[in-house]
């Protein structure tokens, strides 16, 4: 069955750096939206980047220009490049796999447009 599985998460000092990857098992992602989404505290996820099978990206306002989101389709992995990381980055971050195509509602796609979900990996930024 799919399985997406996250890796890269840590704790770094603010101004810093950390690459996620999320591996997809027993699917192809090159034709698919994928994301990366951000969870506080057991809240809500907020959607932190969106990626579609033409590769066009978005981001929520508050990581544009310090993030970027882009995939490797023959290793069916996802990545998110995360620089200048502030403490507000800090929480859970869980890739997702959606639909084939475009991701619906760019670039706010709500995480209800997302079939599949990874366990999450832990980020924790500190001064």
Request: with cysteine.
């Amino acid at each position: 069955h799919v399985q997406l599985r996250e890796s890269g998460g840590g704790s770094v000092q603010a101004g810093g750096s950390l690459r996620l990857a999320c591996h997809v098992s027993d699917l192809s992602i090159s034709i698919r939206c994928m994301g990366w989404f951000q969870s506080v505290k057991d809240e809500r996820r907020i959607l932190v980047a969106t990626i579609d099978r033409a590769k066009r990206s978005s981001y929520a306002e508050f990581v544009a220009g310090r993030f970027t989101i882009y995939r490797d389709n023959p290793k069916d992995t996802l990545h998110l490049e995360m620089t200048d990381l502030k403490p507000e980055d800090s929480g859970t971050y869980y890739c997702a796999l959606g639909q084939i195509g475009e991701c619906p509602g760019a670039p706010r796609t709500s995480a209800g447009a997302f079939e599949y979900w990874g366990q999450g990996t832990q980020v924790s930024v500190f001064t």
